[in-house]
C-alpha cells in the first residue's frame, strides 16, 4: 500500500513569509508525527497527533509554529513569519498508535528560508 | 528526559567487512529501542526494534543489535557490509510514557570498494 506522503517535497520561501506543509499518513493510521530535521542532525521531534487532537505539541519551538489534523487523517504544519533558523527538512511520520508501534515516515519536506 | 548519543558521526569500511556503529542512551525509565537508516533524498526506514525479551535483535539487511542494559547500549553490527548500505544510520529511544522518538545524531557509514 501507499506509504506517507508528504507535499510539496521542496519549499523555498523569503524571511517572514507564511508557509504550510501537509502529510498523507498510511490509512488507517491515528497517530501522527511531526520532527524536524536540520542539517547533520538526527530528527528532532516537533507534535503528536492521535486522532484530531494534539496529544503532545512539547517539541514545537515557538508560537510561530502550529499543526492541524481536523479530520483525523491529513495534517498540515503551519509557520508563520519565517526565519532562516527554520530551514530544515521536515519529516512526518504515522503509526497505527497502539503502545511501542513502529513509526512510518515520509519523505520529507525541505524547508529553505532566504 | 532522555538522550541518544551515538559516538562515530562517519564510519568508512570497505566492502565485505564486519562493521558495528555505536548507540548509547540515557533515560530514567523504561525504553523501547529503534535503528533507522535514511539513504539519500529518502525518508526514514526502520532496520529493527527492541522491545523486550531476548536482548538480541535481527533486522532487515542482515542487520543485527543487541541491547546492553547495564551499559545502556544498543549497538548495530553486519557481519559482511555491501556498498549499498551506505547510508545515514539513526539510532532512537522511546520511553513506554510517551510517543515521540528521540533520535542520535547520526552515523554516516560510508561502504569502499
Known amino acids: 500500500g501507499a506509504g506517507v506522503s508528504q507535499t510539496p517535497s521542496n519549499k523555498v520561501t523569503e524571511k517572514g513569509k507564511y508557509v504550510e506543509l501537509r502529510c498523507d499518513p498510511i490509512?488507517?493510521?491515528?497517530?501522527l508525527y511531526w520532527y524536524r530535521q536540520s542539517l547533520g542532525q538526527g530528527p528532532e521531534f516537533l507534535i503528536y497527533?492521535?486522532?484530531?487532537?494534539?496529544?503532545?505539541d512539547s517539541g514545537l519551538p515557538n508560537d510561530r509554529f502550529f499543526a492541524v489534523r481536523p479530520e483525523g487523517s491529513v495534517s498540515t504544519l503551519k509557520i508563520q513569519r519565517t526565519e532562516r533558523g527554520d530551514s530544515a527538512v521536515y519529516l512526518c511520520?504515522?503509526?497505527?498508535?497502539?503502545?511501542?508501534?513502529?513509526?512510518?515516515f515520509g519523505p520529507g519536506t525541505r524547508l529553505t528560508v532566504l | 528526559a532522555q538522550s541518544v548519543t551515538q559516538l562515530d558521526s562517519q564510519v568508512p569500511v570497505f566492502e565485505e567487512a564486519p562493521v558495528e556503529l555505536r548507540c548509547n542512551y540515557s533515560?530514567?525509565?523504561?525504553?523501547?529501542l529503534f535503528w533507522y537508516v535514511q539513504y539519500p533524498n529518502q525518508g526514514l526506514q526502520l532496520l529493527l526494534k527492541?522491545?523486550?525479551?531476548?536482548?538480541l535483535v535481527k533486522g532487515i539487511n542482515g542487520f543485527e543489535a543487541e541491547f546492553n542494559k547495564s551499559q545502556t547500549s544498543f549497538h548495530l553490527r553486519k557481519p559482511s557490509v555491501h556498498i549499498s548500505d551506505t547510508a545515514e544510520y539513526f539510532c532512537?529511544?522511546?520511553?513506554?510514557?510517551?510517543?515521540?522518538?528521540?533520535f542520535g545524531g547520526g552515523t554516516r557509514l560510508m561502504v569502499k570498494p
Open positions: 527492541y522491545l523486550s525479551g531476548s536482548t
Open positions: 490509512s488507517g493510521h491515528t497517530a
Open positions: 532512537a529511544v522511546r520511553n513506554n510514557a510517551g510517543n515521540m522518538l528521540t
Open positions: 497527533f492521535q486522532g484530531t487532537g494534539a496529544a503532545d
Open positions: 533515560s530514567s525509565v523504561s525504553v523501547y
Open positions: 511520520a504515522s503509526s497505527l498508535g497502539l503502545d511501542a508501534d513502529t513509526q512510518y
